[in-house]
């Protein structure tokens, strides 16, 4: 939720060695995977997820590791897929693109007939190319970055392009004219703010940027302000988005603010303080407790989990799975094209988050964006509009 | 116009704090000490801790209580100073100069991801937030936090100003700059003074972390990263080694960022802060105020 894209602090040198051994590694796939087919035709059918369960990003491993088991405890009690039940192997990827790379191998070996994970896009992108050759078709529930789309893979997530768009149909329905967007310099925030200046037609919009790594933006708040705007967008994560929100209000902003999904996280009430937020809004694809009937769902999730609460994505892995097997059950087995084709032709496929049909480029049409608001306990974001309409 | 003036003032006065720190380390013994940020980062923390058990015993926070926690907090990161020094540079003082600066970057990765195995990556709310309503001068909102934070920071520089000027210690860390087997000879006690040049330098961090902390109001592990380079910028700005150098530096660092900001644009704040570190190098490497550099053998 708060790193899609693996933070390039000190790492170039180590993002070099990882984009070598993606590539060796991904040379040697085929050799790996074409080794047999090791599908007898019975027995449970095998669901790989690469997820992170070590590293800062290991929190997110859990809440997808135990939607996906959901999905998959209540297919196989209404029959399974196909005649057959669904089992899930888990490879930590670590959000790192070498780990995946060696995890996604391994997935390859146990004979995974479906990939259903993928959390930081830095680390499914190299994964990409290995389960396309040994013909395993992937659903990717939370990675949403631009350069995903289009590469055979099929997105449960909104990507960035998505999401500008339910920004600026949001300024559009508050009626701002004037609109500053400030990023962060990093990967997906800035794609996510140079999508919503492109879209943003008819408005006058102006850019600004901090160092995340900082805790002064005094100086950019002051360039805000000069631009007197009458909307300002964040991009970037909750803990740069936190001060900046609290500077931006000491210095006298008090207009509306929406924050991109890398900031909808109750720390960023925590980090600008409550009066701060006032007017904040954010972009968001659903979580359980958003939804009509979540109630239901997150007790289910629960008796999963152990106790444990649902967190982001556990639902969007829960509906990668449950469209994963529906297109099996379409296609009528495991076999990749049949299954590609079946999940190509998905139209209006209910799900929890809205109904789901796949764009040609394997993206999600429409994305699922709504608006949020931190109005709930301690700061969470709740829903405060769909964006229907 | 006096807005600028006035954040980069402020921002200035905290890199200042730091620089100087970095300054007296390298003026007494010829190290970058590029842990030095990271003692800011740990006066964050151990304020973070020290106000959790204080509040749970008084029940109030408020100025007098972050005095308070300055104190102790300065206290404890000074303590880390010295030990630093003594388990990590002390023995290297007399290997090349290059071991004790790839040592004193062990130790700055050292202090950060063991802050943060204890306390977590994700960044911490400080609980103690100064807070007040901008007053119009000049045109510039100014709050009282910030008139109270630099003045903390400006007594905190008059004090050690009096102290290597004119006091007996003083003199002392002052000969060993100049000489150091000279300052042996003539019955300094050179092990002593460095230790206490360390304890100085990463208190002045450790205030300078904890009112970074109780402005802003979040902390996390890698804070004291980037003020490390830009104090650094400072003190090389300013001219390293000289103590009215590493504040003028630190100023003046603040001030350019501020304009550059205003004229450029955010994201070449950064660009203009360190591209005048590498002019400063090229063309003026004693800074500012700098003493001539004179290369001992």
Known sequence: ?389 | MFQLIWDGLFVGSFYALVALGYSMVYGIIKLLNFAHGDLYMLGSFIAFVVIGGLTGLMGIGSIPILLLVLLISMLATGGIGVLIERVAYRPLRNSPRLSALITAVGVSFTIEYAVRQIFGADPEVFPLQLSGQPMQILGARITMPQVILMAVAAVLMILLQRYVMHSREGRAMRAIALDQNAALLMGVNVNKVISRTFFIGSALAGAAGVMAAAYYGSIDFLMGFVIGLKAFTAAVIGGIGNLYGAMVGGIVLGLLESFGTNWFGGEWRDVFAFGFLILFLVFKPTGLLGERVVERV
Request: net charge negative; aromatic share 6%; with cysteine.
């Open chain 1, 1 to 389: 939720m708060f790193s899609r894209t693996t933070r390039m602090k000190r790492t170039l040198a180590l993002g070099a060695l990882a984009a070598t051994a993606a590539l060796a590694l991904s040379a040697c796939s085929g050799g790996l995977a074409g080794g047999g087919e090791t599908d007898s035709g019975d027995g449970p059918i095998k669901f790989g997820m690469l997820a992170p369960f070590s590293g800062s990003e290991a929190a997110f491993g859990d809440y997808m590791k135990f939607g996906a088991q959901l999905a998959i405890d209540e297919i196989n009690a209404d029959g399974g897929v196909a005649g057959r039940d669904l089992e899930l192997v888990t490879e930590d990827d670590a959000c790192d693109a070498t780990a995946s790379v060696a995890a996604a191998q391994k997935l390859v070996t146990a004979g995974v007939k479906g990939s259903v994970g993928g959390y930081c896009s830095g680390a499914t992108l190299p994964t990409l190319p290995i389960f396309a050759d040994a013909g395993i078709p992937m659903v990717i529930p939370a990675a949403n970055s631009n350069e995903l789309v289009g590469q055979g893979a099929f997105m449960i997530n909104g990507t960035g392009t998505q999401q500008a768009e339910a920004a600026v149909t949001w300024i559009n329905k508050e009626g701002a004219k004037n609109v500053v967007i400030i990023d962060d310099n990093e990967a997906y925030p800035k794609d996510l703010a140079d999508s919503i200046e492109k879209q943003a037609e008819g408005l006058t919009v102006a850019r600004e940027h901090v160092n995340p790594d900082e805790k002064d933006f005094s100086a950019a708040v002051n360039s805000v302000l000069g631009k007197s705007p009458d909307f300002v967008v964040w991009t970037g994560y909750y803990q740069a988005g936190g001060l900046l929100i609290k500077q931006l209000r000491a210095a006298g902003y008090a207009g509306p603010i929406l924050v991109g999904d890398g900031s909808v996280d109750a720390q960023l009430s925590a980090i600008a303080g409550a009066d701060a937020m006032t007017g904040v809004v954010g972009t968001f694809t659903r979580t359980p407790d958003m939804l009509e009937n979540g109630a239901q769902w997150i007790e289910d999730y629960k008796k999963v989990s152990g106790g444990k609460e649902p967190g982001p994505y556990s639902i969007q892995t829960y509906e990668a799975v449950k469209t994963l097997a529906e297109a099996m059950n379409v296609a009528e087995g495991t076999d990749y094209d049949k299954v590609v084709s079946a999940l190509k032709g998905l139209k209006d496929f209910p799900l929890l988050t809205g109904n789901l049909t796949f764009a040609d480029d394997g993206s999600r049409q429409g994305g699922g964006f709504v608006i949020v608001e931190p109005t709930g306990d301690g700061g969470a974001f709740v829903l405060k509009d769909e964006l229907k309409g």
